[in-house]
């Protein structure tokens, strides 16, 4: 499947033209780009909700039982592996596949009636398709018409997404990574409210990957919410507010960032100067009252809320009234991929 929704010029005048801002807010993550003064507000609606939402393709289900909310104004990721119901979700928001069963709201308006929010959505599914012998310019000058927007607003979306340098070159002569970003410019038509973009960053290069992380970032603001959707995570935990993991087409986190960071753990790693010490190295950290998993030459113990400096004294005093000399003894902590690739188990399935 390759197109771009493109949002219309049509305002429903029972949604409000800004998101507006909150009473009750999480503060913004610390990434650089994000906007310093972006915050996540918890209490108007939220800009996506789906309540028990299935997709069923005979007897595969594609998404199961999902229940996601999107706060106004953030930009979410929606990660999962690979067959985890990404597109398909994505394709429910746009009307292009009909749930199973399950409800849901898209800017104020039932998921049952596309047709009342779709003017105010803009989406980049599964990699543009544009005219390859038509410049950047005159694709968008297409789409612009065809969608009955205004086309006197493309120069600027072209600077937006770093394309106002190369705008009359033909598509067909773009890189992969300016086609990326020449549909996010398409999908951007109309200035929507909801950007929904699937896996914009697959594919690229580092510098590609880094120039559309910097790119999306910017998109969203106290008017627009942006869900963006990849299997890597590390792709998107940089730029996103709010994340969403999804594997086996359920549920698996929802919720901040920083939060699932918080929740990764940090565990303190003894290592004995002598790996025949191991075992009673084991033995004098249970003694002292710690957990400890021995394994590889060293000692893992879980922090768990504790102080970690005065569990790594506390093991350290154990060690050496055991007649242990350490050769290690260091905090880890775990990086929100490792927690990512805890809670997911999936791939294709
Ligand atoms: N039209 C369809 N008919 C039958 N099965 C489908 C259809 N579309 C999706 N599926 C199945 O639904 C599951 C979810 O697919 P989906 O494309 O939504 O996953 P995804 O998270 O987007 O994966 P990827 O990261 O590979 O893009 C997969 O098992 C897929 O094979
Ligand atoms: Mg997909």
Redesign the pocket.
């Known amino acids: 499947m390759q197109q771009i929704v493109r949002a219309g010029h049509r305002r429903s005048s029972r949604w409000p033209t800004t998101c507006g801002l909150a009473s009750a807010i999480v503060p913004a993550m610390t990434s650089s780009t994000l906007e310093a003064d972006r915050t996540i507000p918890m209490t108007r609606a939220p800009a996506v909700s789906l309540r028990a939402v299935t997709?069923r393709?005979?007897e595969?289900?594609?998404?199961d039982d999902l229940t996601i909310d999107v706060p106004c104004g953030v930009v979410a990721g929606f990660v999962?592996?690979?067959?985890?119901?990404?597109?398909?979700?994505?394709?429910m928001l746009l009307g292009l596949?009909r749930p199973t069963a399950g409800t849901g709201s898209v800017l104020g308006e039932s998921l049952g009636d596309p047709a009342a929010y779709l003017q105010r959505v803009g989406a980049l599914i599964?990699g543009p398709a544009f005219y390859p012998g038509l410049t950047a310019a005159q694709n968008l000058a297409v789409l612009a018409t065809a969608a009955g927007h205004d086309r006197a607003e493309i120069p600027q979306l072209l600077d937006l997404v770093g394309l106002g340098a190369r705008q009359h070159d033909r598509f067909g002569s773009y890189s992969f990574g300016m086609k990326q970003r020449l549909g996010i410019a398409g999908a951007l038509l109309g200035d929507p409210r909801l950007l929904i973009l699937?896996?914009p960053i697959n594919g690229l290069d580092a510098a590609g990957v880094h120039e559309m992380r910097g790119l999306i970032g910017s998109l969203a603001s106290a008017r627009r919410t942006v869900l963006v959707?990849s299997?890597v995570l590390a792709e998107l935990e940089h730029v996103c507010d709010w994340l969403i993991v999804?594997d086996g087409?359920r549920l698996a986190y929802q919720g901040p960032v920083a939060e699932l960071l918080g929740r990764a753990g940090t565990t303190l790693v003894v290592a004995p100067e002598h790996p025949g010490d191991l075992s009673l190295l084991s033995a004098v950290i249970a003694s002292a009252g710690h957990e400890g998993r021995a394994g590889g030459g060293h000692v893992e113990l879980a922090v768990d809320g504790a102080d970690p400096r005065a569990l790594a004294a506390d093991v350290n005093r154990a060690a050496s009234a055991g007649g242990i000399v350490l050769a290690e003894l260091r905090l880890v902590g775990r990086s929100l991929e490792d927690r990512y690739l805890t809670m997911v188990n999936g791939g294709?399935?």
């Open positions: 997709k393709y005979g595969r289900t594609a998404v999962g592996p690979n067959g985890a119901g990404k597109t398909t979700t994505m394709a596949v599964e699937d896996e959707s299997h999804i087409g294709d399935r």
